[in-house]
């Protein structure tokens, strides 16, 4: 069964500091691979996506994702975090040929400190 | 380019009652998704449509929720009688298509918070 696990509950981060938040996935076969962000009495806003190339992806805002498959891991990062990206961020993967479902992380809380 | 759009934006009820939210997908997106987000977790897919047709209901609890979506564009969800553990969050969301095989990408409307006392 295809499950998406975000291990930590917050994360708190200087302004400035690098950011990291962590994503495993558990899914059988090629997974495609979703960042989302939630800020207070919003939407999910797409942060960026891995289907297939090159590992490192590139997203809005300047955050960014590494695709691991040995590891199978996802984690988001940005090399220095602001006060504005204190969000719920969550994690997602979609299996093709699977249940057809997108399975989300339970998130995570970040909070930039000043 | 619109957004995908939902109304109540908040909602409090009492346990049995009924309440119903509304979406209005994104111009053209032929699925539409409900979405199910308890505090402290991710959302859980209730309701997925192709058009006007149901792809994927499996975890809609059809004892007390059902969803329609007339003419393909815009979908209702209706909880009769609501239970205290239906508190959560109701998000609505569409892609251009999804199938097996492929997979486009879901744009989120900003959600219904339903509070059942």
């Known amino acids: 069964a295809q499950s998406v696990a975000q291990p930590e509950d917050q994360v708190n981060v200087a302004e400035g500091n690098p950011l990291t938040v962590k994503c495993t996935y558990s899914v059988s076969g090629n997974p495609y691979l979703f960042w989302y962000v939630q800020y207070p009495n919003r939407g999910l806003q797409f942060l960026l996506k891995y289907i297939t190339g090159d590992n490192l992806v590139k997203g809005s805002y300047g955050f960014e994702a590494e695709f691991n498959k040995s590891q199978t891991s996802f984690h988001l990062k940005k090399p220095s975090a602001l006060v504005s990206d204190s969000a719920l961020y969550f994690c997602?993967?979609?299996?093709?040929?699977?249940?057809?479902?997108?399975?989300f992380g339970k998130g995570n809380q970040v909070v930039v400190i000043p | 380019e619109a957004g995908v759009a939902q109304s109540p934006r908040y909602k409090i009820i009492e346990k049995r009652q009924s309440v119903a939210f509304w979406c209005n997908p994104i111009s053209g997106h032929a699925t539409l998704y409900w979405y199910q987000q308890i505090l402290g977790q991710g959302p859980k897919l209730l309701i997925q449509?192709?058009?006007?047709?149901?792809?994927?209901d499996s975890q809609l609890p059809k004892d007390r929720f059902s969803a329609e979506r007339l003419k393909g564009v815009d979908s209702t969800l209706k909880i009769q009688p609501a239970k205290l553990e239906d508190s959560a969050v109701y998000l609505c969301?569409?892609?251009?298509?999804?199938?097996?095989?492929?997979?486009?990408?879901?744009?989120f409307g900003p959600g219904t918070r339903l509070t059942v006392l």
């Open positions: 969301a569409s892609s251009s298509g999804a199938g097996q095989g492929t997979y486009n990408e879901q744009f």
């Open positions: 997602a993967a979609f299996f093709l040929y699977g249940n057809n479902r997108l399975a």
């Open positions: 449509f192709q058009n006007n047709g149901v792809v994927d």
